[in-house]
């Protein structure tokens, strides 16, 4: 069973130091932060500084509020002393744990610090209880729950592992699997492993079906059709603690402390009830105020399982807030429109701000404070722009039809700023003890662990008239307004009738406030060193003779291409052959015609795997490949148990979706037993050649062509959008009939391939190659070539690969590779990333 804290966590985001005091006003338990200048996957908000974490983690701790430190991005195997220095400092200024993604600076962590608490980021993307097993043994304590992942699903992952477990419960939802997501690394260079999202999913796509545009759902406004609705579980909380979540987690490090202040403050007061089994306090008019914080329109995510019609509506990308209604007259010169309201539409007063909804990004929508609001018909408004803020909002933007919008409410703005502004106090328990002729005693305990003892400088005396009683207790010894303490629980263990005079109660008072503040709350024990080479993190690993011939890889997804591959193997000196295939029926027929070609055959597992999705991984076993293509940690926990590389010849290889960016990460991996690994993509030739230098060439696999797979999504674009169907229960399975592609601003139609789970990977319409590349990696070890085909057809497949076996062969050079496959692609070849040698960071 997953460890469940004694007082679960409300966990919060601070993007800047106003935002995390507000956070800990507002109540939260822990706040979750990342440092400036790299290694936190939001590198565009404000951050801190690490001369500043010794301060951020005194005040924190003053409060009895956790800090959790974000080191949730890959790093590059030249950034390691880099990486290391930087744990050094997190370690010693008191942060009560760091978020990681890359599993070698897991290691590098339990290095440098073996007290400092392990969280395994979403990034790490720790779906399923053996990947869990996985995070253990590199010293995690603590899972980050991926977002697609329902109640019963992490409820299942509760009952088979010892680790805690962290849900998100609010905030944005990204629609490709966290960790994932390699679009804004394909398609500006600017890696979502390395923080530095373009949010390309919130742009607008077009439809495009069997090669016709089509209008998404007959409606032509549905254009962001990869843009979810955002989280908002506040209603299941008492559900996830039930399936054994211990921290609820608040998304939102860029937004500000208003934002943070009046989603903690809604959030504590949920957990509150749910932890003492009361139903929600939250009103409609709660919700409604965290719409005004930022909303896309609300879900519940993947929490109550998938419901793809509900999860993107794709009108709109960005906050709305509270739906008004309609324009139905534009006064420009007047400075006013009239409104049609909706039903149940919100009240409106001067210094809301409204919002003008022509289906764009927010950035781009009229919008302005309101000066004036006054009803003139049944459901008419009419609403003024005048005053102060005139020149903010250009009512010739204003159309008739437009959708109206409330996107903030003056009130609450006000009212989260006061939130954000309070003073938290410690809680204290008071134990007051004490008979005629002793001292009064009184004994404090609070909520960091300090604890304080005061004695009353005379003897309680028999009383006469007054004797204490708890009211004037509470009044003369218990007042603590002034101070950093507000009162938990009183204990009062008096014996008979007693008295005290009330200024000595007083003195008491100011004493006991003293003794414990003068107290630091007690530190953990921390052992930090640096200075640890990678070869002490993970030993190196033996080198074998290099083979003289490279290996064409073929990786294939279709019939037609295995026929294809199997007629050329002889003459291409093919030896084997990788399947990845949509559905178990093909990929079986497929496996026996490889096998019965006399070549070795090797079966790719899916991108990621569910709690009860490890049938998968049998199915596999049952077809007999020669070999696994493990494209999760769970799949590489299951074939480890199995016996990996054994005598019968099976082999396990590593897929890129594992993220190996540093020769420490791929030691990690590949020491669990894999005989090959695929690096990550995010890197570029000059990262891929530092990682040689740390492993054995010969036991890495390169990706010399592909389309690069940019979202793989939990979120079927054909279920949404070509049935009505919320899972593929009920979808009809439109994917086995039906082509997509989705057409970005650029023109570019992006196919859409459907995994065995049901999954989506969108991959690039633009193929890469690294045949420019082929004489370095050659220089650097490399023997096997991997070249991922997608949807070609026999003769583009013939194509690829004899062009890629003459490269290999020595007979063509990569630039006639290239210019050769870009006249095949409808939208040429690029370079890729081994070409770009230098990355734009924050």
Not at 219 to 247: E, F, I, M, N, T
Request: hydrophobic share 40%; charged share 25%.
């Amino acid at each position: 069973m997953a460890k469940v804290l004694e007082k679960p966590e409300l966990l919060a985001p601070a993007g800047d130091e106003e935002s995390l005091r507000a956070a800990v006003a507002a109540g939260a338990d822990a706040v979750y932060f990342g440092l400036r200048g790299g290694f936190n996957a939001r590198a565009r908000a404000d951050n801190f500084a690490a001369a500043d974490l010794p301060r951020i983690f005194e005040f924190l701790h003053s409060k009895g509020v956790q800090g959790f430190v974000t080191f949730n991005t890959l790093v590059f195997d030249r950034e390691l002393p880099v990486a290391e220095e930087a744990l050094a400092d997190i370690a010693r200024a008191g942060a009560d744990a760091i978020i990681v993604q890359d599993l070698g600076i897991a290691r590098l962590a339990r290095q440098v610090c073996p007290e400092l608490p392990l969280h395994a980021s979403t990034q790490m993307t720790i779906s399923s209880p053996e990947a869990a097993a996985i995070a253990q043994t590199l010293g995690v304590t603590r899972v980050v729950l991926p977002r697609e992942l329902s109640i019963e699903e992490i409820r299942t992952m509760s009952a088979r592992t010892d680790l805690e477990l962290e849900c998100f419960v609010h905030g944005a939802l990204c629609v490709s699997w966290s960790g994932q997501c390699l679009t804004s690394e394909a398609l500006q260079h600017r890696s979502a492993n390395r923080g530095q999202c373009a949010q390309s999913c919130r742009m607008p796509y077009d439809l495009i079906v069997d090669g016709r545009v089509e209008t998404a759902r007959g409606d032509a406004q549905l254009k962001y059709l990869l843009s979810p609705r955002d989280l908002a579980a506040y209603d299941l909380l008492p559900a996830l603690l039930a399936a054994g979540v211990s921290c609820f987690k608040i998304e939102g490090r860029m937004k500000g402390p208003e934002y943070v202040a009046n989603v903690v403050d809604k959030y504590r007061r949920a957990l509150e009830a749910a932890l003492e089994q009361r139903p929600s306090p939250l009103t409609d008019r709660d919700e409604e105020e965290l719409r005004y914080s930022f909303s896309r329109s609300f879900s519940p995510g993947f929490l109550k399982g998938a419901d793809h019609q509900d999860l993107v509506h794709g009108l709109y990308p960005g906050h709305r807030g509270v739906l008004v209604g309609r324009v139905e007259e534009v006064h420009a010169r007047a400075r006013h429109v009239l409104v049609r309201a909706e039903p149940g539409a919100p009240g409106l007063k001067a210094g809301d701000r409204i919002l003008f909804d022509q289906g764009k990004p927010e950035d781009d929508e009229p919008r302005g404070g309101l000066f004036a609001c006054e009803r003139v018909g049944p459901s008419l408004w009419r609403l003024s722009f005048g005053g102060p803020d005139e020149s903010t909002l250009d009512l010739r933007l204003v159309r008739a039809g437009d959708v109206v919008w409330k996107a903030k409410d003056a009130e609450l703005t006000r009212k989260a700023k006061r939130i954000a502004s309070q003073e938290r106090r410690v809680g204290v328990e008071l134990r007051v003890r004490g008979a005629a002729n002793s001292p009064l005693v009184v004994e404090a305990q609070d909520d960091l662990g300090r604890s304080a003892r005061v004695e009353s400088s005379m003897p309680l005396a028999a009383a006469v008239a007054s004797p204490l009683h708890e009211g004037i207790v509470r009044e003369k010894l218990c007042a603590l307004g002034a101070s950093e303490f507000s009162l938990r629980r009183l204990v009062l263990e008096l014996e008979g009738a007693v008295a005290l005079p009330p200024q000595e109660l007083k003195r008491m008072r100011r004493a006991l406030i003293s003794a414990l503040s003068s107290v630091s709350p007690p530190r953990p024990k921390r052992t930090v060193s640096e200075g640890h080479a990678a070869d002490e993190i993970a030993p190196p690993l033996a080198r074998s003779p290099v083979a003289s011939r490279p290996l064409l890889v073929p990786l294939l997804r279709t019939l037609e291409q295995v026929e294809s591959a199997i007629a050329l193997a002889p003459a291409l000196g093919l030896r084997e052959i990788e399947l990845d295939f949509m559905e178990l029926v093909g990929l079986g027929v497929a496996v026996e015609k490889v096998r019965a070609a006399g070549l070795r055959v090797v079966v790719a597992t899916p991108r990621v795997q569910k709690p009860g999705e490890e049938g998968y991984d049998a199915r596999f076993e049952r077809l007999k490949p020669d070999g696994i293509l493990a494209r999760h940690l769970g799949a590489l926990e299951h074939f480890r148990r199995r016996g990996l590389n054994g005598g019968d010849g099976f082999t396990v290889h590593g897929d890129f979706s594992l993220n190996a960016t540093n020769a420490v990460t791929a030691r990690t991996l590949l020491g669990l037993g894999l005989a090959t690994l695929t690096p990550a993509y995010d890197l570029d030739l000059a990262q891929l050649t530092d990682l040689c230098a740390g492993v054995p060439g010969e036991r890495l696999e390169v990706t010399i062509h592909q389309h690069l797979p940019l979202f793989h999504n939990e979120h079927c674009v054909y279920a949404h959008l070509l049935s009505n169907g919320g899972d593929f229960h009920s979808c009809g399975r439109p994917c086995e009939s039906h082509l997509v592609h989705l057409r970005d601003h650029l023109g570019l139609e992006h196919p859409v391939i459907v995994d065995v789970g049901c999954r989506n990977t969108v991959f690039n319409a633009r193929a890469q190659s690294a045949a420019g590349c082929f004489p370095t990696l050659l220089g650097l070890g490399v023997r096997r070539f991997r070249v991922e085909l997608v949807r070609e057809n026999a003769g583009e497949t013939r194509r690829v690969l004899t062009s890629y076996a003459e490269l290999l062969e020595g007979t063509r050079p990569g630039r006639s590779v290239i210019r050769d496959l870009g006249a095949l692609e409808k939208y040429g070849v690029s370079a890729g990333t081994l070409t770009v040698v230098t990355q734009p960071e924050a």
